[in-house]
């Protein structure tokens, strides 16, 4: 099969994945598909312009080449749909863009620090002790 040849899949699960197909391997009476990059298609009840999402296929690794027996298969239909092409492109093109980590802003070690307790205790005694005596509480 020709590289970068997009298709829709139907599994017998009933899911429908996009995928780049890759290759037809026959050994024997046994019949694989390659392909690489699949996404599952998703329907949506919503009224709107597209009635589909595009997601991952697998959760862990996506972007690998993965192998299906062709029992497992129902139909494959070549994707010509410049819309649904264009959509699986931008799903990857978002995925490669290598966007720059931000920049962990570290606070210095005294932001928030107002003072330790023996400091504010002699600045409040010099405060006290320098009051007049009529400002001073008569119970302590």
Known sequence: MAQDRIAAIKLITGE??????????????????????PLRIQLRERRRSKNYTLEPWLCIRNNSTHCIDITKI??????????????YNAFFRKKLELKPKPKVVRSADNIGYVGNVNDFKNTLEKLYNDTDSYEKPKDI
């Open 16 to 37: 429908e994945i996009i995928c780049n197909l890759l290759e037809l391997e026959t050994e024997g009476s046994y019949t694989t598909l390659t392909f690489s990059n």
């Open 74 to 87: 129902i139909t494959v239909n070549v994707v010509d749909d410049t819309q649904v092409l264009s959509d």
